[in-house]
């Protein structure tokens, strides 16, 4: 069974600031997804990045982009020039493509400072 | 406006009642997952249909039922209502299996009292 990872429960940043945001995974399949999602404080669940895990290359989004280490089982989420509206839950989410459901870690607090 | 729509956006409720959550899909997704979300947790998957059939079970309560219809809409039955019930409850649509992610909805939030 795969299972997600946020060893941080909250974060914080600086408005303009970059922030990175950990998830680890544990899949035995090779061929999988992984996603970051943010839930602001309406409770909306918007997907923010996804990424396929036989692409070398890292994902982006704006100025949203993504570290995947496969190896290491590592999909951290980058936030650049952090905004105030930036500030939410974010959840990291894996699908294994034999798999029939989306798996969410725990979730990390992001708070942005002005 | 994500495409999947939930109701009721709200519902209170005695214990021992028993309520019944409504979704309606996403244009074109055929399958419909729900996900139950208690206080400051994450997402714990409950169960998951595709056109029409149950595709996929997690850690649903026996307490809890679901079905999805011709029409491709889907409800949550949840029966003998607890305390610890009271959660926000997500209704997501996705084409396929889901490889371009799920759209949610907006959630029910359920509170038993």
């Known amino acids: 069974a795969q299972t997600v990872t946020q060893s941080q429960p909250e974060m914080s940043v600086q408005e303009a600031e970059t922030v990175t945001l950990s998830c680890t995974y544990d899949t035995s399949e090779s061929d999988y997804y992984l996603f970051w999602y943010k839930q602001p404080p309406s409770r909306q669940m918007i997907l923010v990045i996804r990424q396929e895990a036989y692409k070398q290359q890292n994902a982006t989004e704006n100025r949203f982009s993504v570290n995947f280490q496969k190896a290491a089982k590592s999909f951290s989420l980058k936030i650049s020039d952090s905004q105030l509206g930036d500030a939410a839950m974010y959840f990291c989410a894996s699908l294994e493509n034999a798999g029939n459901m989306l798996t969410f870690g725990g979730g990390t607090r992001l708070m942005v400072k002005p | 406006d994500s495409g999947v729509t939930q109701t009721p956006k709200h519902l209170i409720t005695a214990t021992g009642q028993r309520v019944t959550l409504r979704c309606s899909p996403r244009?074109?997704?055929?399958?419909v997952y729900w996900y139950q979300q208690s206080l400051d947790q994450g997402l714990q998957f409950l169960i998951q249909?595709?056109?029409?059939?149950?595709?996929a079970k997690g850690n649903i309560l026996e307490r809890f039922s679901a079905q999805q219809f011709p029409d491709l809409h889907s409800e949550l039955n949840l029966s003998s209502l607890e305390l610890g019930d009271s959660a926000l409850y997500f209704c997501a649509s996705s084409r396929d299996r889901g490889n371009y992610g799920y759209t949610f909805g907006s959630g029910t939030r359920l509170t038993v009292v």
């Open positions: 249909y595709y056109n029409g059939e149950e595709r």
């Open positions: 244009s074109g997704d055929l399958s």
